[in-house]
């Protein structure tokens, strides 16, 4: 009885199993429903969704995704899709890159110009690449661009087109947007009169000029700009345009607090050209009118030319010399630099800088970040700057060569003195071995 009773309870397990698992048949049309849900889904999803997708896709992606379903595609011509866009142009025979397809330029101006906004040139070394940028320009005629960008990736090609050209494609935008904000030029055949134009639409609106290195530009050109742009929070020019006036109209009462002053100062024909002297008052006045300023300066001079540089107190805040800097020029930093922030040094020579150093540590009580690279300073004289600025110092890149070990303290030991004074564990930069 009992055997009976038993098999009879098996049977009942073995066929309440076999109903709980459907036939194969059943799993294959549950997955096909469930997946054309997946796909009803997906393309049901709201625009603003599929937007917000979009923007983190890349271009060849977004264009591919735009092809899914007419839906998607709808998504893909919302103007706030091409309110930023990057024109990437560059030639098959000198370049790795691949550059925006000519069918997607020319539908991007003939439906989307008006929504462009933030709008950035990218081009390779062949001027063939940058006479293309300007012909784009040249054809905004309905843009509303409030950020303009032209970016030479290797050697600044827009240099080699021709004024004229490149001056009427930038003039179109100028006109035609009214709305310009932030403008980056830096390496082009700009020239005045252009400024004036740019000052006659966009006097209200421009908040950024960058400009280093555009040699048909006067300080005639910037100061039109400080004298109308009353809003120029952000200017970055070469030295050679750089003048007493000029600093003055930024200083002016109408004039609002400038945030970010950049100066490029370059020997384009070394030992040819004598430097000029900005005067104290003149520094004086812009930094009362903006204590806050960032005065940021670059250098690349051969050491006989610094000779104007630092004689008298500059409110400079950020330093990066590029070729090398003679020992007299960063005592004198030392001396007459008391806003400095940050110093960066690429090459000295072989004469250890420890007094200049020190001093720097001493008179710079707002030095926050140090790097120094082909250079000599020895181990004691390090500790003592390090001990002399202290936790301020976020920021501290020294290149291994550059500390020479002395009587007081080796390369094994530095780290340790460092690390103390700093409070946190520090450890010089050392070349990477291939």
Not at 104 to 128: C, G, N, P, R, W
Not at 252 to 269: K, Q
Request: hydrophobic share 40%.
């Amino acid at each position: 009885m009992k055997r009976n009773s038993l098999s009879v309870e098996n049977k009942i397990v073995q066929s309440s199993s076999a109903a709980k698992q459907p036939k194969l048949g059943f799993y294959s049309s549950l997955n096909q429903s469930r997946m054309h849900t997946v796909l009803l889904d997906w393309g049901r999803l709201p625009h603003h969704v599929v937007l917000r997708i979009f923007q983190y896709l890349p271009l060849l992606d977004r264009a591919r995704a735009s092809s899914v379903c007419r839906r998607w595609n709808e998504v893909f011509h919302i103007p706030d899709l091409w309110r930023k866009f990057e024109f990437e142009l560059n030639q098959s025979a000198t370049s790795y890159f691949k550059s925006t397809h000519p069918d997607l330029i020319q539908q991007i101006i003939k439906k989307h110009s008006a929504h462009l906004q933030y709008v950035s040139f990218k081009v390779d070394s062949s001027t063939e690449s940058a006479e293309a940028a300007c012909d784009i320009l040249s054809q905004l005629v309905n843009c509303s661009i409030q950020t303009l960008g032209l970016i030479s990736t290797a050697k600044p090609s827009f240099m080699n087109v021709s004024e004229s050209h490149f001056v009427s494609a930038l003039t179109v935008v100028f006109i035609n947007s009214k709305s310009l904000s932030s403008i980056k030029i830096e390496d082009t055949p700009v020239d005045d009169p252009s400024l004036k134009i740019l000052v006659a639409n966009n006097s209200d609106t421009l908040r950024l000029l960058k400009m280093s290195s555009c040699p048909h530009v006067s300080s005639d050109g910037i100061l039109c700009i400080a004298d109308h742009c009353q809003g120029l929070r952000e200017l970055a020019l070469n030295y050679y345009i750089l003048t007493d006036e000029l600093l003055l109209a930024l200083s002016s009462e109408t004039h609002v607090n400038l945030e970010h002053l950049r100066i490029d100062v370059v020997s384009e024909n070394p030992g040819q050209i004598v430097f000029h002297a900005i005067k104290k008052h003149s520094w004086d006045a812009l930094i009362r009118h903006s204590p806050r300023v960032n005065v940021v300066m670059y250098f690349f001079l051969y050491e006989e030319e610094f000779e104007m540089f630092f004689k008298e107190e500059t409110p400079v805040t950020h330093l990066y010399f590029g070729c090398s800097v003679s020992k007299a020029v960063l005592g004198r930093i030392g001396l007459n630099c008391p806003r400095l922030f940050e110093l960066v040094v690429c090459a000295n020579g072989l004469q250890p800088l420890d007094k200049e150093l020190i001093c720097i540590g001493e008179h710079c009580t707002n030095l926050t970040a140090l790097g120094l690279s082909e250079c000599e300073v020895s181990c004691s004289a390090f500790i003592k700057f390090v001990r002399l600025c202290g936790r301020r110092l976020t920021h501290l890149s020294i290149m291994e060569e550059v500390l020479i070990p002395d009587e007081d303290y080796s390369l094994d030991e530095i780290h340790t003195e460092v690390s103390k004074y700093l409070g946190r564990v520090w450890f010089p930069d050392v070349m990477p071995l291939w």
